[in-house]
Each structure stands twice: as C-alpha cells, then as structure tokens.
C-alpha cells in the first residue's frame, strides 16, 4: 500500500471527524497485521424510532431537519443508516404508555388499530424512507396489550399463559405486519420481546426460555405461515437471563440459556432467522455463535449512558462495537437517533442520543456517539466482510473488505497519550500516529 492509497480519518474530543496526512512507511515490525481470514457479512447499522425522537426534530428548523435527516439515512450522508427498529405499542421513549388494542378481551383483534403510529411514527419513517427508500425495518413489543397480562398493566408483570390469549397475541403481530403494509412500510423482522428479563416500571414483559419456544413453534411461527408472512421471525431482544445481581455468580453458559432453550428445539428452530442480543445479552452471544453460526445475529439496543453524551462514555461505546463484531454480529442498532437535551424518558432516565436537537437554538448538536457510528457506517456498507486482525492492537480494532477490495480498518487510541500504530497489509507497513482517547478509520 502507498501512500496514494489510504484514507484516514481520526476524533478526538475537541476535534471529530479529521482527516490526516499519511506518512511514509513505518520502521520497526508491524503491529497491527491485516490477516487473510474473512468472517461473517455485515448487514448495515441502524438506530430506532421512537415518538421522543419525533417529538425532538420538530423543534428544528425545516433545513436543519432535512440536514439531519439526511446526515443519518441518505446513501451519500455521514452514517448511512440501513436497517432500524421501531417499537409495537409504546417504548420507554413514547410519549406516554398504549398498545394497539385496549379493546379487553378483543381475541379476533377487531379493534387492533395503529392510529397512534400514523401521528408520530409512521410520519418519522416516511420522511427518513424519502432518504432512503431501501431502509429495512424489524419491530418489537415492550408490552403486549394489557388485558393480555398480569398484572393488568403495561409495566411489569408476563403474559397470560392462556391458548387463547396466545393465538389472540400471534394475531397481535399479524395484523401488525399487514397494517404497516397498507401504509406502505415493510416489516422485515419481528423479534417477539424487548428484553425478555426486565421487569421494569416502563413497559415490559417477561419471558422465560420455554415460554418463548412454544409461543414461537406453537402460535407465532404457524399464524405467519398462515397468514403468508414473509416477515423473518428473530429470537430478541435477549438482554440477560437472570437479574443484575445475580450475574456475577454465573457461568458463561448460563447467559446462553435462552437461546439455547429456543433453538435446541427443532419445531421452533425452523422458524427462526435470527438472534438479537442487547444490555448484558453481550455475555452470551459468543456462546450461542458458536452452537448456531448458521444463523444471523444483531446487537439490538446500544446501551444508553446517562443523557450527558461524554467522550468517555463513546469510549465505552466503541468497545461495544468492537466485542459484538468480534463475536458475531451481522448488524449493530444505536438506541435514540436524536433526543432533546438530557434525554429524558418518560419515565425519568436521563439517556444519550447520536444527535441532539436544542429547542431553543433550533438546531442540532452532532454528539460523540454520533462519530462513533460513523467511524463504522460511512465506510462499512452491507455485504462487506468483518476481516481477520493480529498484534498488540487487534483488541481495539476492527477490519473490514468491501466487495470492491476495499478495506477499512478502524482503531481506538485508549491511551491518554500518543501510540504509533504499524498497520500491514501483508506488503508493508505504514505508521499512523493516534492521537490519544481517539478514534481512526483508515481505508485501503
């Protein structure tokens, strides 16, 4: 590689998003070493989409609107979004609690309805499908409708093990496929419970591992084959298996129990395309890669740090890149594409977004996450292959090839101090040096 041939680009706190002058080639051995081995294929990144979010860009300016917009979906913009989530019923970040059918005891979902959507989320989708009108979608429930649980709320509580509740819940799905269908929106994925263990004031539902099996092989799987769905059913999002506390007394295998539970079973098995894991689901995906590497796997949820948007915490966020790719991952969704100031839930938790969207400037603050996800998205397109790494800095590296070639090589500095990286191709050898706390995107 020459000089001629590479790209690189670094961000450091007080400057993101640099293009650098390449040196000459590095004395010494390398240590970064681009290897022949080629893993699993990268399917895109993404974020989610949820009424708060909508709710912060209306307070931008109709320019800055489309510039944010555009940054985030456009196949030419800084991050190139593909593939994004959206909740069925109410997230944590709806503006408040509902479902898409309070209707008690309404089994033939007469009254399922997404008129709520069509006011926030569905006009969110749209306009970022005018960007990018080959975004790809999967959905989940934080909650199923009420009268479906108990107790009889959307925080909380499981669903009613009932035959008919369950047929009347896999309809649930089915009616919410078809409706976004008539607005024009396909679902591409359907992943059956946001985080499956938590228990939380905010709406949720929890589910065990043999729960999960028999919903999927006896209802869900048999109401999309009977409705002619083509919408991939995912096992997720699977946050953990047991609560906080008690993790630290687990074993790796332990983590792995709800997948391994599903999947071990070959009714339910065959239904199922994928695994998506998020939060400290992060523990058992090395385990279940390894016993299903047929199958395709996402990291669900970024984990949502505290509303402060710190270069310190896109430090922590970038290692989470690093440990799902290293471990499998096809696709990686950020949580909150933009927020108001803080971030604030509903419900009181303070969280960070990529964007910001200042109310009171009617403009919007690119935050360091934001330079996180372009380190990755603007250079790593679908179809590219996550490439092999060796040397000191293989632990906070990725690599990945194009179909055209080309790879792109990108790199933390952890160090509060400089460290020069000897990058080979397997020809020679360049030196970069990285400034410290920096993130690197290097193209060949």
Known sequence: MGNRDIRWISSTKDACWTEKPVSGQARGDANLTITG????????????FNELGFTALSHLTPEERRRVLHSLFHPEGELKLGICRLPIGASDYALEWYSLNETDGDLAMEHFSIDRDRQYLIPYIKEALTYNPDLKFFASPWSPPTWMKFPKAYNYGTLRWEKDILQAYALYFVKFVEAYRQEGITIHQIHVQNEVVADQKFPSCVWTGEQLREFIRD????????????????????????????????????????????????????????????????????????SYPELRYMQTENECGDGLNTWDYAKYVFNLYQHYFVNGVNSYIYWNMALEPKGR????????????????????????E????????????????????????????????????????????????PRIL?????????AFELEPESFNTIII
């Open 37 to 48: 081995e080629a893993f699993q294929t990268v399917e895109g990144f993404g974020g989610c």
């Open 219 to 290: 209802y869900l799987g048999p109401a999309f084959e009977e409705h002619g769905l083509d919408t991939e059913i995912w096992l997720g999002t699977i946050n953990a298996p047991e609560p906080w506390q008690e993790m630290l007394h687990k074993s790796t295998s332990d983590y792995d129990v709800y997948a391994n539970t599903v999947l071990s079973d070959p009714e339910a098995y065959k239904y199922i395309q994928g695994v998506g894991y998020q939060w400290a689901g992060k523990y058992a995906i090395q385990r279940t890669v390894q």
């Open 345 to 368: 839930s509903t419900w009181g938790w303070e969280q960070n977004s990529m964007i910001t969207a200042d109310p009171a400037a009617k403009r919007a603050v690119y935050n360091p």
């Open 370 to 417: 934001f330079f996180v996800m372009k380190h990755f998205s603007h250079f790593v397109a679908p179809g590219s292959s996550r490439i092999g790494l060796k040397g000191p800095w293989a632990g906070n590296a990725l690599a990945f090839a194009a179909p055209n070639g080309q790879k792109a090589v990108i790199v933390a500095n952890p160090f509060a101090e």
């Open 422 to 430: 000897r990058l080979s191709d397997g020809t020679r050898t360049q």
